[in-house]
Structures are given as C-alpha cells and as structure tokens.
C-alpha cells in the first residue's frame, strides 16, 4: 500500500491509500484499536489487487496460476515483453528494481498500442523510458485527479548509466467525460515541450485500460497507445478516432480541397477538429443547410485550420490571435482558469465561442485540438446567447420588460429579413453611465426611452461579422449616423450627435441563427434620451390633428382621420406621458 499526501491549502491535507481517498481524518473520526493499531474509512476504491512481484515480472511472467482471482492479466504485453529482452539495462534497471532503488509508476503499451506504429525500429531505451515517472512518484488515478490532474512528473531518461529526471517529456493523468452518459475515461499523457531526438512537440494521448496495479516497485496501468511516438498524418489520426465520425463524412463531401491541408505531410497545420457532439447540437434546419451549401461548408472547415503554425497551449493566451486558411477571419483565444489550476482553453472563431476538450495532440504534420462545438455555425438565436452571456448580463435584464426581445428571438431563422447587427453594451459598459440615468431608465416608466435607446444599437436587416467593418465608415442605426473608426487592432463606434465612443470589444463577436453581436465597452446614451418617449407622443398626436385639417374638406379622409385620432387618443390614455411635467415638456 502507498500512501500519497496532497495539501489542498496550508495546513490543510488530503491523504490516499493507493487510490482510495482516506475520507475520516477530516473529522478526525479516526479510531485506535490497540497500541499501535488504527482503523481508517476509506470513501473510494482502494484498486486492484497487487501483484506479488516488481513491474518486469509482471510483464515476464507466464504462469496463469499468478493471475488466479485477479481481474487483469499480461497476456497483451507480448510486444512490451520482446522489446525488454532486447534491452536488458532497462529492463533490470529500471522495469525489474526492487524497492530500495526507487519507486515508479508504469504506463504499460499492450499488443493493440504496438500494432499502431508503422516503424517498429522507433520503439528504444529512450521511447520505453518515456512510460516511466521520475524515481518515487506513485502515481494513481483517483489521487492524480483529485490533485487537478495538472501536475506535471517528470519521465526517467537512461544514459550513462545514471537516471535522471528528465523534464522536456513530461507524464501527467487526465479524465474527459461523455456528456451524454456521464461516465469519463482516463488517459495518460505524455507532453513534449521541445523537439529532441525522434520525439515532436506536442502530445500522446493513451487511454488507461486497466489502472491502478500495485506492485513493489511502484503502480502499473496499462494503457492503449504508445506515449512519446508520432507515426500517424492529422487525416489518420482523425479517421481513427470514433468520435470524429461525422466530421469525416463532411470533409469527404468536400474532397481533396480542404483533406489537403492536413493528408500532406509537407507543411505544418494547427487543426480544430470538433467531435461529433458538436455537429450534433447545431438546430437541422442550419445543418440542412450547411450541408446543401458546399460554399459554405468549405468556408466552415476552412476555419478550423491554422496554416503554417504548431499552435500548442503553452503558447495561447488572452491575447493570441492567428489567421485561418479562410484568410477572411481570425481565430481568438481565452484562457480561463476556474477553479484555481484547473485551466480551460477557448477558441473563438465566426462568433462562435467553445472549450478544447482534447489538446496539442501531436501528428506528424501538425497538432489537433478537438473542440466541442463547430466554428462559426450558429447555434441559438441572440436572445438566447444574450440569456446565457456572463458579461451581458445587465443588458439582458432591460431588454427583458421590452417589445425588442420579440424582435431578438425570431420565428424563422437565416432570412434576410430577421438579419440584424446588435452592437451589445458590457456590464461595465453601463458602469460608465451615471447611475442617475441607468436608474430612471429602469424604473418602468420610461420603457419607450429605453428601447429607443437599444435601437440605436442595432442594425435592422444586415448581419455584419467583425471583418465586414473593415469597408465600412459608418452604419446608420435608428436612422442615425455612428461612424466607425480604427485605431490601431481595433475598431469603434462614434456617435456624433451624443458624443460618445464605444470600442468593440476584440473577439467579442457571437454568431446568432438571425444575425450578429458585438460587444462594445460603452453605451450610446445621453441624458435628452428620457424625453424620447414623450416627444414621440406629441408628436404623433400633432401629426394626426394636421391630417384632420387638411381633410377637412374630404368626408372619407375626415372619417379616416377621426377613427384614427379616437383609438391613438384611447391608447394614450391606457399609457399616459411618462413624467412629463419632471421633464418640463411645454
């Protein structure tokens, strides 16, 4: 049994036994039962069985009887089993010391892993010690992830005949859940920093198939890949994942324009490469469309692919930015760490925001990152975004009480007639307004003066990405004109009239299925906004008494005018002028 300590914050440890968590030193419940003896609750499983003999012996070792009431065996380690006997320094060393020279952990390739590789001549004394941690480091899963699974060990490299830490290769455990199901699956991972001797940048991902087998030496999990070996072009290591299926199927429909960019092992790509999940949550009447559009589907996959780059993640930052194949748009990046080490990497590309699942895996021309959603399609109408949007929250809550949110969350999705830009403030964006005017904007009776206020934000009938501003000098918006200027990356908004600039926020763009949002960090607002209500009504009231005047002297027209005059006249009195003697309205 080992025993591994973590310590969550000062002063505070987790302690496990092997993979169970000890769970009732918390409360200090522990129980002495005699002398020297104790007793400790243990809340998850402590793994299987140890095997009675050092990592060697169990790969060598051929007798069934050894493996009786256990739930593994070694009868798929006959590849791992020739390569050790052509190299007995590592195999006596390292796979066969006892105890006194160090504890490992060993990630154990089976039969299935070795058939992968197309080179056999690769696999040697440096590829078999990549699967091998630094000396006292034993490594299980339950402990591993509950540490983060972010901690980074490094591999033991033999040469010289001394073992040494060696930390361009690093070891380290990771679990991806199945949204569906809700069951994860581990992996191990090996990740090379930078290039030396036949490893590349990037990383190997190997499921764990059998974990946690204590043996003297250290802990054994056999796994389904060879860690530290790149043999596979991004195209084969796409069409042997099964969870890029219908992916697949879309890049066949294409053919060899965009297979090209990724099939030749010339040039180096960065690929996103959504799984199947991601094609899976796009609304059928957008992929009806999708796929009966071959323009645009290549425009999509075209997206995904950053040309002439190993773009890993230790590399991508808040402000990282790359040009994709598509030459039009760029692809933006978030890092966002929550809660403290657990770091999630984001790409945004064609307003379309989603997480890396699978990172920096490695392949002869390139690196892949698999993504849970498919780049610049939509997938919710604007309201729906704006509803879920951390950062639009505040301006989610005013569009709430108004007519405009109608007008937001459309019937009928990709026509030309619903298409709108909506140039959305921050909530910090109304932190810069004085709260004088926020506060009587929302306090219910100046409904009007606030959707009036959002409509000079939007662009009715024109859905303008972020690269469409670049030929543009000015948007007219609620039949106003606001100028946009570049200065420098950036682009803003210029309202002349209030004499307010708002900058659009970079890589705040978000596709909606009815058109485009932008986030800008100011609003276009100004004090006389409170008066636009009721200068509405005296004016549509002046308008009417002036028709009836000049159709005085026309019966039909005098009819219509009346009948008109009596139902504005009715609704002016279900909705009276707002404050129109605090604004002092003559």
């Given amino acids: 049994i080992y025993v591994t300590q973590f310590e969550n914050n000062p002063g505070n440890f987790s302690y496990f036994a092997n993979a169970g968590r000890v769970c009732n030193h918390e409360t200090n419940q522990w129980g002495m039962i005699s002398g020297e003896e104790y007793l400790y609750k243990i809340c998850t499983p402590i793994g299987h069985r140890p095997y009675p003999g050092t990592a060697l012996s169990f790969i060598r070792d051929r007798e069934d009887y050894l493996f009786i009431d256990r739930q593994y065996n070694n009868r798929d380690l006959n590849d791992l089993r020739d390569i050790l006997d052509r190299v007995p320094d590592i195999a006596l060393v390292i796979y066969g010391s006892s105890a006194w020279n160090g504890f490992h952990t060993f990630f154990l390739p089976n039969d299935k892993a070795f058939s992968k590789i197309i080179d056999r001549n690769r696999v040697d004394r440096e590829v078999l010690l990549a699967h091998v941690t630094g000396i006292n480091r034993v490594l299980f899963t339950w402990p591993w992830m509950y540490d983060g699974g972010l901690h980074y060990y490094p591999s033991v490299r033999f040469s010289s005949?001394?073992?040494?830490?060696?930390?361009?290769?690093?070891?380290?455990?990771?679990?991806?859940?199945?949204?569906?199901?809700?069951?994860y699956d581990l992996w191990a991972v090996s990740e090379v920093y930078e290039r030396y001797g036949q490893f590349r940048r990037g990383s190997v991902w190997a499921k764990i198939l059998v974990p946690n087998i204590p043996v003297q030496n250290g802990v054994v999990h056999i796994i389904d890949n060879v860690l530290g070996i790149v043999t596979n072009t991004i195209d084969q290591l796409l069409m042997d994942n099964p969870k890029c299926t219908t992916l697949m199927r879309y890049i066949n429909q294409i053919g060899q324009i965009v297979r090209n960019y990724f099939s030749a092992t010339g040039g180096l790509v960065t690929f996103f490469a959504p799984w199947d999940e991601g094609f899976d949550r796009i609304p059928e009447q957008i992929e009806r469309r999708l796929l009966r559009d071959r323009i645009w589907l290549e425009q999509i996959l075209k997206l995904h692919i950053v040309p002439a780059k190993e773009l890993t993640s230790d590399e991508i930052t808040n402000e990282t930015m790359v040009n994709t194949v598509d030459n039009m748009r760029q692809l933006y990046f978030i890092r966002g760490e929550w809660p403290k080490n657990n770091i999630t990497y984001y790409v945004i590309g064609g307003g379309v925001k989603t997480a890396i699942i699978q990172e920096n895996v490695a392949a002869t021309n390139g690196i892949i990152h698999y993504i849970e959603r498919v780049l610049g399609v939509p997938y919710q109408s604007l309201w729906e975004i704006l509803k879920n949007e951390t950062r639009l929250q505040r301006s989610y809550e005013m569009l709430t009480n108004l007519q405009l949110k109608y007008t937001l969350d459309p019937w009928q999705v990709l026509t030309p007639e619903q298409n709108m830009t909506f140039f959305v403030p921050i909530d910090e964006a109304w932190g810069k307004v004085p709260p004088s005017l926020v506060n009587r904007m929302n306090d219910g009776k100046h409904g009007l003066a606030l959707q009036y206020v959002f409509k000079r934000h939007i662009i009715q009938g024109q859905a303008l990405m972020y690269t469409d501003l670049r030929e543009r000098t000015y948007v007219m918006m609620n039949d106003e004109k606001v100028v946009i200027r570049r200065r420098g990356r950036y682009f803003e908004l210029y309202?002349?009239?209030?004499?307010?600039?708002?900058?659009?926020?970079?890589?705040?763009?978000?596709?909606g299925i009815n058109g485009f949002m932008h986030m800008i960090d100011n609003v276009l607002i100004y004090e006389p906004d409170l008066r636009a209500s009721a200068t509405l009504v005296q004016e549509t009231a002046g308008t009417i008494l002036i028709l009836a005047v000049v159709a005085f002297n026309h019966r039909r027209l005098l009819a219509i005018s009346l009948i008109v005059f009596i139902l504005v006249s009715s609704y002016f009195e279900l909705v009276p002028l707002t404050n129109a003697q605090d604004e002092s309205i003559p």
Avoid at 161 to 171: R, V, W, Y
Avoid at 500 to 509: Q, W
């Fill in 161 to 183: 005949n001394i073992i040494e830490d060696n930390f361009k290769l690093k070891l380290v455990m990771r679990n991806i859940t199945d949204r569906r199901t809700g069951r």
């Fill in 495 to 511: 309202w002349p009239r209030g004499n307010r600039v708002a900058r659009i926020i970079e890589g705040g763009e978000i596709a």
